[in-house]
């Protein structure tokens, strides 16, 4: 599988990432793990996609568990984890009380601490990219900023991103930063495709950010019967190649060029996901799943 980079100057990685959310779902053993994740690098998925709440705050140690048998895997990938969510019941650090509700919560003390407990629970030195995981209406941008060039300068993360903000604040951000944001990791799929419209993706396209699609089977949507099913099963037909295949193509198919994170824990699953990467939807293809998760078609 090719390799680029998010951005000018920002980390090169495969075409497709593999989002570690459900992780604590799989029920699996060490073992599974890590052949789950040498299936991933064996396809050429080198991207993974964490934050540190997945699976109430357990998914990236499962995640470590493997990195730290061996420190060859983790100089194969690129590693994302997320921060500015604090769930109810869990705390970065045990000297911080639990909350009893949720809060997003973007402080540099938060920010800080969340990176050494994602740092110590996925048994690495460096995270390559830090996003912000939901915008938080509290947020200083003076005080983020702050906090991001604390921890580039203290090589803890590489790079940095946001996720699901509007444009107006990956904008606000962007000024105040004095490092490029590389990503903006947002739901896009055939089912979800609200970001071709609100500014997002132009915004992407614009800074020649490339952004990251959660969901991209729309979270498992691909199963259940609906119009944008049926157009991609058509689609799939044609090109010869399943509708999840299609699906993934779909978006590839898109000049911002995102990158899906597929969220699948089945080896042969990825395998059918990963021969989306050579594939090229004709214009009339895309349009046509496009319009399927249209409510009321092309206007
Ligand atoms: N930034 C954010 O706010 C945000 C939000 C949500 C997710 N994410 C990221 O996006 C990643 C992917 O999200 P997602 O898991 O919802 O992605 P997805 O790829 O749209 O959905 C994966 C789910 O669909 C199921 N599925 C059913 N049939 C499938 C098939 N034929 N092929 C593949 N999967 C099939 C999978 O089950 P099996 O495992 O049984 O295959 C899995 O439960 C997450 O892991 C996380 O990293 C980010």
């Known amino acids: 599988m090719n390799k680029s980079a998010f951005c000018k100057g920002g980390p090169r990685v495969s075409a497709l990432a593999a989002g570690c959310w459900r992780m604590h779902e799989w029920g699996r053993d060490l073992a599974d793990r890590r052949n789950w994740i040498d299936a991933c690098l064996d396809l050429g998925i080198d991207c993974f996609?964490?934050?540190d709440i997945y699976g109430d705050m357990r998914c990236e140690t499962l995640f470590g568990d493997v990195l730290r048998e061996s420190t060859a895997r983790r100089a194969r990938m690129t590693l994302v984890s997320k921060?500015?969510?604090?769930?109810p019941g869990t705390t970065p650090d045990a000297a911080i009380p639990a909350l009893d509700h949720k809060v997003y919560d973007t402080s540099p003390e938060h920010i800080l601490r969340s990176v050494d407990r994602s740092l110590a629970n996925l048994g690495t030195d460096h995270l390559d990219v830090l996003l912000l995981h939901r915008p938080d209406p509290l947020m200083d941008p003076d005080a983020v900023a702050e906090a991001f060039v604390r921890l580039?300068?203290?090589?803890k993360v590489l790079h940095f991103g946001l996720s699901n903000h509007s444009a107006s604040t990956v904008d606000l951000l962007a000024q105040r930063l004095p490092m490029p944001l590389v990503t903006h990791q947002i739901e896009l799929s055939a089912w979800q495709h609200a970001p071709l419209r609100d500014a997002?993706?132009?915004?992407?396209l614009a800074l020649r950010m490339r952004?990251?699609?959660?969901?991209?089977l729309g979270s498992g949507r691909v199963n259940e019967p609906s119009p944008v099913r049926d157009a991609l099963?058509?689609?799939?037909?044609?090109l010869g190649c399943s509708i999840e295949t299609t699906a993934v193509a779909?978006?590839?198919?898109?000049?911002?060029?995102?990158?899906p994170i597929v969220g699948t824990g089945r080896p042969d699953r990825l395998r059918q996901l990963a021969l989306a990467a050579d594939l090229r939807l004709e214009a009339a293809?895309?349009?046509r799943i496009y319009e399927a998760g249209l409510p009321g078609g092309l206007p």
């Open 250 to 259: 779909w978006l590839l198919r898109h000049p911002c060029r995102p990158i």
């Open 211 to 216: 952004p990251m699609a959660w969901s991209p």
């Open 285 to 287: 293809q895309w349009f």
């Open 233 to 238: 099963a058509r689609v799939g037909a044609e």
């Open 200 to 204: 997002v993706i132009d915004q992407c």
């Open 152 to 155: 580039h300068a203290q090589g």
């Open 49 to 51: 996609d964490h934050a």
């Open 83 to 87: 921060c500015g969510i604090r769930l």
